[in-house]
């Protein structure tokens, strides 16, 4: 079965510094992928970043990257100079191989909260 | 371009009634179709996904029913609703295949039950 763990239920940070929210997952799948979404209050979900389980290199999208560490699977997203409109809710997810990557599992997400 | 559509987007019903909540989408062939609960403040739990027409997956025992009566369509029923069936629900598709194709997700719907 997979798992994703997150385990920040809320965070801080101060307008244009850096933030890392943390992801740890469990899988048996050869292979998966890993995402990032992000929950406005408005309730929407925005695919933010993706990193694929035989990837070499960290994903990155503009002041999003993924810091992936397969042996310790972890997929932490960090989010650079943050800007107020980066409140929001995040979730990490996980699309695995087995059943034809048909399902994915989710995180219970990390309330982030920019302050001015 | 594809696009997704859900409505409503606010729908108050009282307990014991029937549910029809549908979600399209366009721009696209055969995508895996997903209904996904959100409960105040938590995570998205997965109630039912689709690969194919009437082609239905159960994650979750309930009083809920979805359907594929089309290739882009997925409706969510209910005979008689439950206190419990408040919450907030997403549509999302995404290609069949790959490991690196995200979901896509509608605006969701705000279910109240009273």
């Known amino acids: 079965a997979q798992k994703i763990t997150q385990t920040q239920p809320g965070m801080f940070v101060q307008e244009k510094e850096a933030v890392t929210l943390d992801c740890t997952y469990d899988t048996s799948d050869p292979s998966y992928g890993l995402f990032w979404y992000k929950q406005p209050s408005s309730g929407e979900m925005i695919f933010l970043i993706y990193?694929?389980?035989?990837?070499?290199q960290n994903a990155t999208e503009g002041r999003y990257s993924l810091n992936f560490q397969k042996a310790r699977k972890s997929a932490n997203l960090v989010i650079s100079a943050s800007q107020l409109g980066d409140s929001a809710m995040y979730f990490c997810a996980m699309r695995g191989s087995r059943g034809g990557y048909q399902k994915v599992t989710f995180g219970i997400g990390t309330k982030l909260q920019v302050i001015p | 371009s594809q696009t997704i559509h859900q409505w409503p987007a606010t729908l108050v019903q009282p307990v014991g009634s029937p549910l029809s909540l549908e979600c399209t989408v366009e721009g696209t062939s055969n995508p895996n179709l997903y209904w996904y609960r959100q409960a105040a403040g938590r995570g998205l739990q997965l109630l039912f996904y689709s690969v194919g027409i009437g082609q239905i997956s159960s994650e979750v025992p309930q009083n809920l029913s979805a359907s594929r009566p089309q290739d882009r369509q997925f409706i969510l029923s209910s005979k008689k609703l439950l206190l419990s069936d408040s919450g907030f629900y997403l549509c999302a598709w995404s290609v069949a295949v790959g490991s690196n194709q995200p979901q896509h997700f509608g605006d969701g719907t705000r279910l109240s039950i009273l």
């Open positions: 990193q694929g389980s035989y990837d070499q």
